[in-house]
């Protein structure tokens, strides 16, 4: 096998990987360039692994002494731990096609460097959660609508299945069937979730039968502790 054939193998090998993490091919083509916005309510899941396996694959193929950063001018007085964790998520999300093909050359350049053009968004990243840090998780949910924090921690804290609705709208998005012809409140469910009312914010709550009843005592807890901030 040529060098050429080789490495459109492991580029093959590495797709069909991410593929595997994601579920389906339809699952993998929604969400691998969806690292740049809020969360797809519908498949936060999904998000999160391969967003784990991304970082895995670079970290594996690229370690911390085999290359260098630049582009971002505002970091001179960064920690340069977080910066490299700051270049690796921008390289990941928005720059992930470039470094699979890099991750399978024969050769390399040398040095290596990897660009970004910023550094404050890996603080906000909501595909990577640490649950033993509470505080900071309280705090990432707070950069997202109500809706989509409670369908962040009912992936995070899940003891059972969701709901049939959910699986339900799951597979409609995953099909890419038209929302046309469902109720106009099914099509708002199906764009902003299941917990989602017009104008109401955390503090406003939820009503006893919109809980959520996939949480872990630990997520009612995190719930309770995020809708009385």
């Known amino acids: ?14 797709i069909c990987d991410q593929i595997r993490v994601a579920g389906s091919v339809k699952i ?22 391969l967003y ?8 594996a193929h690229f370690p911390e002494d085999t290359w260098s950063d ?20 921008y390289n990941i999300t928005e720059n992930f096609d470039q470094v699979l093909e890099l991750a399978c050359e024969d050769s390399r350049p040398d040095p290596l460097h990897f660009h970004t053009e910023y550094c404050s968004l890996w603080f906000l990243n909501k595909f990577e959660w640490d649950k033993e840090k509470e505080q900071e998780v309280l705090e990432k949910l707070t950069t997202v609508d109500l809706s989509t924090a409670v369908h962040i921690l009912c992936v995070l804290y899940s003891c059972s299945p969701p709901s049939l609705l959910q699986v339900a709208m799951r597979r409609v998005m995953e099909l890419g069937l038209s929302l046309d012809s469902l ?18 914010e955390a503090f406003d709550g939820l009503d006893e039968k919109e809980r959520p009843r996939c949480l872990t005592s630990e997520g009612e807890k995190i719930l309770n502790m995020f809708l009385s901030q």
């Open 1 to 14: 096998m040529g060098s050429r054939d080789m490495k459109n193998y492991k580029v093959g090998r590495a």
């Open 28 to 49: 993998f083509n929604r969400i691998k360039n969806s690292f740049t916005g809020p969360p797809d309510i519908y498949f936060i899941k999904e998000q999160l692994a």
């Open 52 to 59: 784990r396996w991304r970082k895995q694959f670079f970290l």
């Open 70 to 89: 630049y582009g971002c001018d505002l970091c001179d007085d960064f920690n340069s731990v977080n910066h490299r964790m700051a270049v690796i998520h």
């Open 183 to 200: 109720p106009k409140e099914l099509q708002v469910v199906a764009k902003m979730g299941l917990y989602y009312i017009e104008g109401r």
